[in-house]
């Protein structure tokens, strides 16, 4: 389910939003009628996308707020809904960082696509972050046995492939992961 929070300062501009895109996907649809209501909202509800419908004037200000929510929440979806006179100079400055303009009034069809764009998206970004995790966790499962490796080779003055050989032959013995051999070989030799 799509959780959606359109900021917007017009009741009935929020309304008709909401029905658009609920008719379109299953999805909540939270109102925030100022900026400051948007950063409370985004951690209270866990938002995939904000569109923000607010009367916008193509300030310098204005897009720094958009760029830092962003900076601030990386997975969010932001899409900015402007009047057509504005579309072109903000989608110049804010489209390298993923944030998408469309121009008012919201055709049907046009949210349609994009919402499916966006919650394609964002599915890609989740599945990143997560073999993002699982690589970190490698690389630091990697640096421990080799910090175990070391810590072999200097005291019990093994070659490195019998040091490797020792963490991989107790691990399969014991019946544990490599990094579990490894943070006892640690502790055992920083306790010293």
């Known amino acids: 389910m799509l959780k959606i929070l359109i900021c917007t300062t017009k009741t009935d ?8 895109v609920q008719e379109l996907y299953p999805s909540e649809v939270i109102l925030a009628k100022c900026k400051e209501e948007v950063t409370k909202s985004i951690m209270l509800h866990s938002i995939d996308t904000v569109l923000i419908d607010l009367p916008f004037t193509s300030d310098q200000h204005e897009i720094a707020y958009v760029l830092k929510l962003l900076n601030r929440y990386p997975d969010l979806n932001i899409l900015l809904l402007l009047a057509s006179k504005y579309v072109y100079s903000v989608r110049e400055r804010v489209e390298k960082y993923g944030v998408f303009v469309i121009s008012k009034p919201v055709q049907k069809e ?4 994009l919402l499916s764009f966006l919650r394609a998206n964002s ?22 046995v080799d910090l175990a490796k070391c810590l072999l080779m200097e005291n019990e003055f093994l070659t490195e492939a019998k040091a490797h050989r020792y963490i991989e032959k107790t691990a399969m013995d014991e019946r544990k992961t490599r990094k579990q051999i490894a943070t006892e070989i640690i502790q055992r030799y920083q306790s010293i």
């Open 110 to 113: 046009i949210l349609a696509q």
């Open 13 to 20: 501009r929020f309304m008709q939003l909401k029905a658009i």
């Open 123 to 144: 599915f890609r970004f989740q599945n990143y972050l997560k073999e993002q995790k699982k690589l970190k966790n490698k690389i630091a499962e990697i640096k421990l």
